[in-house]
């Protein structure tokens, strides 16, 4: 029988039309010690102000160097059901789909071992398994391996891939995500479960510029899916977006940030030339408008949060890419990022700020992507720039060329 | 009974063997999609098939018999498929159209909220706070559910401009897309930490904690063999004390919550942006934080009052300007406001063109 806490702060969340999450704490108090005293130690913080988790310290499953997250009570006297409470990352299938047979699975071996309580999911993706013991970490393992689940990363490691929705259900995918996401996460196992590695390392897919995996804000390596050619317009339904009430001229034609849309009252024209590939359109008449045929991906790198020297979108380092199973020509990529960045990045260091540090030219060259003007807003505005003795006499050859044919080529 | 034998780097399963039928059979061949309601989605598919997808919201902290509750529902209405997005919502499959209403009403009768597709607030990202955080200075959790209930409708029925991203990290390692959402809550401290220097040479690497500072506001102090904090310098990100736990930083009194504004991840009209702070601190007031909460209604309500259709939070204040942002939502400028960091010379306005 667990024990039971006053909770006069935490009771006032269980009021108003929101799901409560301490109607979820209290669940599980009522049939587990670890999460009745997680609840009790919760109140506390309420009381106070102060939480009181200590740093995690170095636990985890034989062989791993992640996938657990240590958390220790700081107050074990009073709480000492969770004078151990750590966490378990399991490794989340692809675009977070389920069986219930899945899931009922899981929450038996949790009810066995751990607190009974969880987070569907993580912000990293991972299903999140919250409150466990040391001396149970092996058989949790034990139990979730040998029915075809693994840990996911934490650390200086690669983290759990993660993905949107993608061709499962998205008529926008131009990209598989859920197989990119699987396979990577299985090339990169070693990497994931054994922290080696300067800093984390995260990799999201997003299957368009829409982006529900916030990809380009919280990945080191951002993947997102984009085309070629022209978009693809059906203008019968065009009209019947008009018909419905849609203003085509000024929800479409005047928000496109390119201006390369017109419509005349029956017929939208597109000069795909200039299109940017933004999806506003596509995505207010995705009954109208699909995505042009040649698919690939967009590859970026180095988004971050602000630990340390500020928060960071990530940068375009490929404009366009194919990809196809198995996605070698990709793995190999993404490898020679990592080697770079594991080669010079120093302690804590995310391969951002690493560019940053050493240049993008010197990550590009390692990595063996050529300066392309899709890299960036802008070329430098000050007159300031290396030359390597190679840039020097590339051009000097090219102007010997130029006065025997008196041609010039900028 | 003996415990099973364990299997190494073996990797997540494989998502195929958790997608019902239709979207197998459609996987990669969706034609459209359209929004039925704020709960209700159907997709379909070039061959004619369609898929149902009820969205409902969780307070992503769940215990393993409200799974079980969720799996017997799925069970009943959707022959046991179901997904998470990512953004904490469960999500229905449902393949018979005739199931769509039972579902509904049996969701509605057990208490569950539906919603969130569309030109609506989502459910919000955010952290474990002190719900599990070693390094919390605010609990993520409370916050989320104290800003829903009163932005409920806007979830559930109330439609906006454009669907607006809120989410919330319990400290500025931000575990949760808070530097590019629509609104967003991040924790804070304001005091210069406090160092308790009989355990620095037990329990920090003296190099490291001096390095993980991003204004050089740490040196070495050897007469103490320990570190000293420049007081002008520190910026309270709590850096150090993730790396040397000898260092203090939490401090009941002083740690609370920002607001930060304008952030997006997607490129549709315009660029990704980083969310840019417009209120600096306020005190945490669990459990309810009332001030936190009237913040976000304030900016949300004037954000739908004053955007045009389709403009997310960011696009709009771009639009009008940061300096009418302040004058139309009342927001007192201060010193907080104008930066003084990393990026802080491609902030500041070099043009005489600006409104009151």
């Known amino acids: ?44 913080s309420y009381k106070t102000k102060l939480g009181y988790w200590k740093h995690g310290g170095i636990v985890g499953v034989r062989g791993y160097g992640g996938g657990v997250i240590g958390r220790y009570s700081s107050l074990p006297e009073e709480f000492p ?110 990497e994931l479960h054994r922290p080696a590695y300067p800093y984390k390392f995260k990799i999201k897919v997003a299957g368009c510029a829409c982006d529900c995996v916030a990809a380009i804000a919280r990945a080191d390596l951002s993947i997102i899916g984009t085309w070629k050619g022209d978009i693809k317009i059906d203008q019968d339904e065009v009209r019947k977006y008009a018909e419905g009430g849609m203003n085509i001229q000024e929800e479409i034609v005047d928000m496109c940030p390119t201006g390369c849309m017109s419509w005349d009252g029956n017929e939208l024209k597109i000069d795909n030339q200039e299109c940017n590939r933004c999806m506003h359109c596509i995505a207010k008449m995705t009954k109208a408008l ?50 770079w960045w594991d080669e010079n990045g120093k302690p804590r260091e995310r391969i951002g700020e690493l560019i940053e540090r050493l240049g993008m030219r010197s990550f590009l060259e390692y990595v063996g992507l050529p300066p392309v003007p899709q890299q960036v807003k802008e070329p430098r505005r000050d007159p300031f720039w290396f030359f390597t003795e ?9 102007e010997e060329e130029e006065k025997k044919t008196g041609q010039y080529k900028f | 009974m003996a415990v099973p034998e364990r299997r190494t780097d073996i990797g997540p399963p494989h998502y195929e063997q958790f997608l019902p039928p239709v979207i197998k059979k459609n996987y990669g061949k969706w034609k459209y999609h359209e929004r039925l309601s704020p709960g209700l989605m159907v997709h379909v598919a070039e061959s004619g098939d369609k898929l149902y997808t009820i969205r409902v919201a969780s307070p992503r902290l769940l215990a393993t018999d409200t799974i079980r509750e969720i799996c017997e529902i799925a069970d009943k209405y959707c022959d046991g498929y179901l997904r998470f997005t990512s953004r904490n919502n469960i999500e229905f499959l449902v393949s018979d159209e005739s199931k769509v209403e039972p579902l509904q009403n049996e969701l509605k009768e057990r208490g569950y909220v539906m919603g969130g597709i569309g030109p609506m607030v989502s459910n919000l990202v955010h952290t474990q706070g002190w719900v599990h955080c070693h390094g919390a200075a605010t609990d993520a959790s409370g916050l989320v559910k104290a800003i829903m209930d009163e932005l409920f409708e806007y979830f559930t029925t109330k439609e906006l401009p454009n669907k607006v991203r809120i989410a919330i990290a319990c400290c500025v390692n931000m575990c949760g897309a808070v530097h590019c959402s629509d609104i967003a809550l991040v924790a804070v401290h304001t005091k210069v930490p406090t160092i308790q220097h009989e355990r620095v040479k037990d329990m920090c690497e003296i ?150």
């Open chain 2, 207 to 356: 190099p490291t904690t001096i390095a993980s500072c991003p204004t050089a506001a740490i040196s070495p102090d050897p007469a103490k063999k320990s570190v000293k904090i420049k007081e002008e310098k520190c910026m309270y990100c709590g850096n150090c004390f993730t790396v040397c736990p000898a260092i203090e930083i939490k401090d009941p009194d002083r740690d609370g919550v920002a607001v930060v504004v304008g952030g997006k991840v997607g490129s549709l009209r315009s660029n990704p942006k980083f969310s840019k702070m417009v209120i600096p601190f306020i005190s945490n007031d669990p459990p309810r934080w009332p001030k936190a909460v009237a913040a976000v209604k304030l900016i949300l309500e004037t954000y739908a009052k004053h955007a045009r259709k389709h403009e997310r939070v960011g696009e709009w204040i771009e639009r009008i300007g940061w300096e009418r942002f302040f004058s139309l939502t009342g927001i007192e400028f201060t010193w907080q406001h104008i930066d003084d960091f990393t990026f802080a010379r491609e902030t500041f306005r070099t043009a005489a063109t600006f409104k009151y």
């Open chain 1, 390 to 398: 190679e840039d020097i006499q590339k051009i000097k050859e090219r």
């Open chain 1, 1 to 44: 029988m667990s024990k039971k806490y006053e909770t006069p702060l935490l009771d006032e969340l269980e009021k108003g039309p929101w799901p409560s999450f301490v109607k979820e704490l209290k669940k599980a108090a009522e049939k587990n010690e670890m999460a009745a005293d997680e609840l009790g130690q919760l109140e506390k």
């Open chain 1, 81 to 190: 059901n969770v004078a151990h409470f750590h966490t378990v990352r399991v490794n989340q299938p692809s675009g977070w789909f389920y069986t219930t047979e899945a899931l009922r699975m899981i929450c038996d071996i949790w009810d066995k071992y751990g607190s009974r309580l969880t987070n569907l999911h993580g912000s990293t993706g991972d299903m999140i398994l919250l409150g466990t013991r040391t001396e149970k970490l092996e058989d949790i393992f034990a139990e979730l391996s040998s029915r075809g689940w693994d840990l996911g990363g934490s650390g200086s490691a690669m983290r759990t891939p993660s993905c949107c929705v993608g061709p499962a259900r998205c008529e926008w995918a131009n990209i598989d995500t859920l197989e990119i996401t699987y396979q990577l996460t299985q090339e990169f196992q070693d």
């Open chain 1, 290 to 339: 699909r995505p042009g045929d040649e698919k690939g991906v967009t590859i970026c790198v180095g988004s971050k949060a602000p630990i340390v020297v500020g928060a960071m979108l990530s940068w375009v380092i490929v404009p366009f890419m194919k990809v196809e199973p198995p996605y070698d020509e990709l793995k190999e990529l993404i490898r020679n990022i990592i080697d």
